[in-house]
T-cell receptor
Framework: DAKTTQPPSMDCAEGRAANLPCNHS???????VYWYRQIHSQGPQYIIH?????ETNEMASLIITEDRKSSTLILPHATLRDTAVYYC?????????????WGLGTSLAVNP | GAGVSQTPSNKVTEKGKYVELRCDPI?????LYWYRQSLGQGPEFLIY????????DSGLPNDRFFAVRPEGSVSTLKIQRTERGDSAVYLC???????????FGPGTRLTVL
């Protein structure tokens, strides 16, 4: 079973920030938080990952709470092309335990 | 550069037939993963290769499913005696190193009639 909980759906206005929450209260100390997204009829796409510190790349920012029990993915200026299902996954990220266990994700609709 | 490619993009077969699904990973990626995804669900892990060997095949649902990666590059997922419940999108991903950023192909949509 997935170790994360996400809201099933969210809406966001184009040009505004999209903040997608994820709960992972049973995360262990050496597990990373990964975010992927899946645009309709395409394969999933990696977005970002982090362990403890907040992370930022060209796609998004990842904010992880100090106790690591939850995180938020931020798309700073959402566009229509960001409409997708967003998956939050926890994983060791190394060794042989590298399979990703996926939940149902959050379906984000970016509206004009 | 070229991403992960999967062939065929669509496969329709009859119940009881044998099918092979092919995955070409990104060149140089040592890790390769197979997942399958049913409508409205997240991907479900099937098997993970590190090089030529299957490092984790715990997700294969039964012995009708088998996968190989003989030269550490291209992989083939083989399904014997297909059943209607095998209908899904089969996704392949490859990964370059230890941080598990997986690059996915577009998937093969398998329909078993």
């Amino acid at each position: 079973d997935a170790k994360t909980t996400q809201p099933p759906s969210m809406d966001c206005a184009e040009g505004r920030a999209a903040n997608l929450p994820c709960n992972h209260s049973t995360i262990s100390g050496n597990e990373y938080v990964y975010w992927y997204r899946q645009i309709h009829s395409q394969g999933p796409q990696y977005i970002i990952h982090g362990l403890k510190n907040n992370e930022t790349n060209e796609m998004a920012s990842l904010i992880i709470t100090e106790d690591r029990k939850s995180s938020t993915l931020i798309l700073p200026h959402a566009t229509l092309r960001d409409t997708a299902v967003y998956y939050c996954i926890v994983n060791l990220g190394a060794g042989n335990n590298r399979k990703l266990i996926w939940g149902l994700g959050t379906s984000l609709a970016v509206n004009p | 550069g070229a991403g992960v490619s999967q062939t065929p993009s669509n496969k329709v077969t009859e119940k009881g037939k044998y099918v092979e699904l092919r995955c070409d990973p990104i060149s140089g990626h040592t890790a390769l993963y197979w997942y399958r995804q049913s409508l409205g669900q997240g991907p479900e892990f099937l098997i993970y290769f590190q090089g030529t060997g299957a490092a984790d095949d715990s997700g294969l649902p039964n012995d009708r499913f088998f996968a190989v990666r003989p030269e550490g590059s291209v992989s083939t997922l083989k399904i014997q005696r297909t059943e209607r419940g095998d209908s899904a999108v089969y996704l392949c991903a490859s990964s370059p190193g230890p941080y598990n950023e997986q690059f996915f192909g577009p998937g093969t949509r398998l329909t078993v009639l």
